[in-house]
């Protein structure tokens, strides 16, 4: 079991910033993927930004060149560093976790994320 808790949402104006983090506690995997996703009212989940237990990143095409996904494994914690931020960027914000096989690297696939948390709300206001 893994438990992951999300802070650090709110309300900004466009082109504010947030940094939301995500603690982690539990058994968590040797190799993994950790993610942050989204969604807003009416919509699809969607990967924001993942990465993995060897530093490797990958972004969705809407958070390159703003966000930033980093990790501290000595605090099991997971943050996600939102410059520039846009109306469109507002949504629930979750994190998430799940096995990664050694050769894999990580994806947005909500389906290869088996924990997640309660999530937290960024509103960006024009």
């Known amino acids: 079991q893994v438990q992951l808790v999300e802070s650090g949402g709110g309300s900004v104006q466009s082109g504010g910033s947030l940094r939301l983090s995500c603690a982690a506690s539990?058994?968590?995997?040797?190799?993994?993927?950790m993610g942050w996703f989204r969604q807003a009212p009416g919509q699809e989940r969607e990967g924001v930004a993942v990465?993995?237990?060897?530093?490797?990143?990958n972004y969705a095409d809407s958070a390159k060149g703003r966000f930033t996904i980093s990790q501290d494994n000595t605090k099991n914690m997971l943050y996600l560093q939102m410059n520039t931020l846009k109306p469109e960027d507002t949504a629930m914000y979750y994190c998430?976790?799940?096995?990664?096989?050694?050769?894999?690297?990580?994806?947005?696939?909500?389906?290869?994320?088996?924990?997640w948390g309660q999530g937290t709300q960024v509103t960006v206001s024009s």
């Open positions: 998430a976790i799940g096995r990664r096989s050694w050769w894999a690297s990580c994806s947005m696939t909500t389906s290869e994320y088996n924990y």
């Open positions: 990465i993995a237990e060897n530093r490797r990143t």
């Open positions: 539990g058994n968590t995997y040797i190799t993994y993927c």
